[in-house]
């Protein structure tokens, strides 16, 4: 067992997103190797990747779960750490994104060198966006037919909303794609026979590295004021002080620096963990400066389950240190917890240490209450960190035991994964057990592994639409006494509320003055009308999107009980929503289908009559590409369908884009059958 103290500045945190199948785990696994950590090269398409542990993951060759992992690299001699997390690219696991860029220093992008900003990497984009993580990016796949580096750049700009900062320039291009022009040392980095050498720039693109250069230090010097007046000068920069300045500029993310290669060929790929090294930040540039003899703050952004360890919670740590055995509090539940092992993670293996400081990522036994998004901190200094969101499920199965032993392992699998994955969701309904999830894949996997993990055998419905229900009209003063006397103590509350309609979510508002309501039973009926929520009016499913205001009421001195508020609350609450004229809802997809342009019209004719509105479109690599907003009802067995109209040659990606009214004549279909 070890204690480790990482030196700040020479640690980076970071994470590699992109859209599925740009190579995103390729390029983990390369920096893998030429790190050091492995000794081989694991293929993602031999099932081999050591990043993708989890037996889905190497059936299918797509990464479904996050994997940390650390490994080492030296730059101008001086040796830094690099805590590394490989994220999925497929939609349908997006809060693994999420929950990991929130405890992210930086971020490499990868984007595929053919297709270019697909929608995935959109979705991934405005993620990092909304956490302020700066990037570097990586144009993947060049020596791909159909590759075109200046194009991805340009689609950077355009869809992203970037400012790329070309770094470096591809020699040659598709099968002659031979290595990489550095732009700021004016270098060129070969791999003949998979040696790396650095070389003269060929003679043929010195005029392109002299003209490109002249743009990278032209843009670094219109958004840095101290390399400004370097320029104004007339000297021309050294090395150094692009390299600092570009760094300054990553960090407060005013510019994106872009390099290019081919993971799979194992080009691109040193000079990229230079990058990483030289320019994203270190825990030190994040806005809290982390410190080891400051208070613990620590987030947990990750439960998984091990099969020999049990339960293990992913924790960041900004502030302190993480002692093995010390207690600590979980200020967001107000309870105590006491750290058990500690463990470095490297994908599926783990390495026990004694303690962790500031600025690291780790793996924690014994945390017994924690959940993704909560706070650990020291019981004499308790602070809550910014949490998270976590969207609700667009799709729904029911799952049925096949035996009563299988019930009893369903229970716990559910619970174990649920734990796991927060965009997981569990009810019964009507006495069966309903799972919601992101997508038909994201419920595949789950499904897989409580058979494969957990040994449960399951019979597993049909996809259904997860619906929701709204208000549309405000309702002022409903009503609604509860009074039940039948012996002994009775039940007695009344309640007048008022019900609107706003974008999303839920809110509680209490208006009730002159203590009409005591305040001790104020929450009941809150809590009575969050009860009412769950079912909605017209055909049983969640509402949101709706404000109640507790106006008045009254109460019994004796036969008045939480409970008793709680019936009334949940009574009015139905009652109002009758009145307030309730609609139903369903998820609208974002899709983006890809087709030969000889079956263009085909596929627009289709997708409208899914009920789609055919956004936009345009051409990419020789195809073209049909923009759509459709809902989720219309698009179970796209996939097939889609391919049968394109002669196989067609792809779609979809995401879930909003919630939408359902148009009057469907909704009664769906309400009648319930």
């Not at 700066?134 to 700009?157: E, Q, S, T, W, Y």
């Not at 620096?257 to 990229?272: E, H, I, R, T, Y």
């Not at 508002?509 to 009860?531: H, L, M, W, Y």
């Not at 590409?625 to 459709?630: D, S, T, Y």
Request: charged share 25%.
């Amino acid at each position: 067992m070890t204690t480790t103290f990482l030196a700040l500045p020479k640690v980076r945190n970071i994470g590699i997103m992109a859209h599925i199948d740009a190579g995103k785990t390729t390029t983990a696994e390369r920096i893998l190797f030429f790190t050091g950590v492995s000794r081989r090269i694991g293929e993602v398409h031999d099932g081999a990747a050591a990043l993708d542990f989890l037996k889905q993951e190497r059936d299918r060759g797509i990464t479904i779960t996050s994997a940390a992992t650390t490994c080492h690299w030296t730059v101008d001699g001086a040796e830094h750490t690099i805590n590394l997390i490989d994220t999925p690219g497929h939609v349908d696991f997006g809060i693994e994104v999420e929950r990991c860029l929130r405890v992210l220093d930086g971020a490499v992008a990868v984007f595929d060198g053919v297709a270019g900003v697909e929608p995935q990497s959109e979705t991934v984009w405005r993620q990092a966006d909304r956490y302020g993580v700066p990037r570097i990016c990586f144009v993947n796949k060049l020596d791909r037919a159909g590759a075109d580096f200046h194009r991805c750049v340009d689609m950077i700009r355009e869809r992203l909303g970037a400012v790329p900062l070309v770094m470096q320039l591809p020699i040659g291009s598709e099968d002659g794609f031979e290595g990489v022009a550095d732009l700021v040392s004016g270098r060129a980095h070969v791999w003949p026979d998979d040696d790396h050498i650095v070389v003269d720039v060929p003679s043929g693109m010195a005029a392109d590295v002299r003209r490109w250069r002249a743009a990278l230090v032209e843009t670094v010097a219109e958004h840095d004021e101290a390399f400004m007046e370097l320029y104004l000068g007339g000297a021309e920069p050294s090395q150094e002080q692009l390299h600092a300045a570009i760094r300054r500029l990553t960090v407060a993310s005013a510019v994106t620096p872009v390099f290019c290669g081919s993971a799979f060929k194992n080009k691109g790929v040193q000079p990229l963990l230079d990058a990483v090294v030289r320019y994203l930040p270190s825990p030190l540039d994040v806005a809290t400066a982390p410190d080891d003899g400051a208070p613990l703050a620590a987030l947990a952004f990750k439960i998984m389950s091990d099969r020999y360890l049990g339960r293990l919670t992913f924790v960041r740590i900004y502030a302190g240190r993480l002692v093995s055995g010390a207690p600590v509090l979980n200020s967001v539940k107000a309870a105590r917890e006491r750290i058990g092992k500690i463990y470095r993670v490297h994908a599926g293996d783990r390495e026990e240490i004694e303690s962790a400081g500031a600025g690291d990522i780790v793996a924690v036994m014994g945390l017994k209450r924690t959940t993704t998004g909560e706070t650990l901190c020291d019981e004499a200094h308790p602070v809550i960190l910014e949490s998270m969101d976590f969207p609700d499920p667009v799709i729904e199965v029911a799952v049925e035991p096949r035996s009563k032993g299988d019930a009893d392992k369903l229970g716990a699998a559910i619970r174990r994964l649920a734990e796991e994955d927060p965009s997981f969701r569990v009810r019964e309904d009507g006495g069966q057990t309903v799972i919601g999830g992101m997508g038909e894949l994201h419920l595949e996997i789950l499904v897989d592994r409580m058979k494969e993990e957990f040994d449960v055998e399951a019979n597993v419905g049909r996809p259904r639409v997860a619906y929701r229900e709204t208000v549309r009209r405000r309702v002022d003063k409903v009503g609604h006494l509860h009074r039940k006397q039948s012996g002994g103590k009775g039940q007695y509350a009344k309640v007048q509320i008022t019900v609107e309609p706003i974008a999303d979510g839920y809110e509680f508002v209490n208006r009730v003055t002159g203590g009409r309501i005591p305040k001790e039973f104020v929450p009941s009926v809150d809590a009575g009308c969050q009860d009412a929520m769950q079912t909605g009016v017209l055909a049983g499913h969640e509402l949101t999107g709706v404000r109640v205001t507790l106006l008045d009421g009254d109460f019994h001195p004796v036969d008045s009980s939480e409970l008793a508020f709680r019936i009334a609350g949940s009574m009015a609450f139905k009652e109002a929503v009758r009145r307030a004229s309730p609609v139903l809802l369903e998820p609208v997809m974002a899709v983006e289908a890809t087709t030969p342009g000889e079956h263009l019209g085909a596929v627009i004719g289709d997708l409208n009559a899914r009920r789609g509105r055919v956004e936009g479109g345009g051409e990419r690599g020789g195809a073209r590409v049909v923009n759509a907003l459709v809902p989720l009802a219309e698009m179970f067995g796209y996939v097939g369908d889609l391919r049968s109209m394109t002669s196989g040659r067609g792809v779609f990606t979809m995401r879930f884009d909003s919630y939408a009214e359902v148009p009057p004549s469907v909704a009664q279909k769906i309400i009648a059958t319930g």
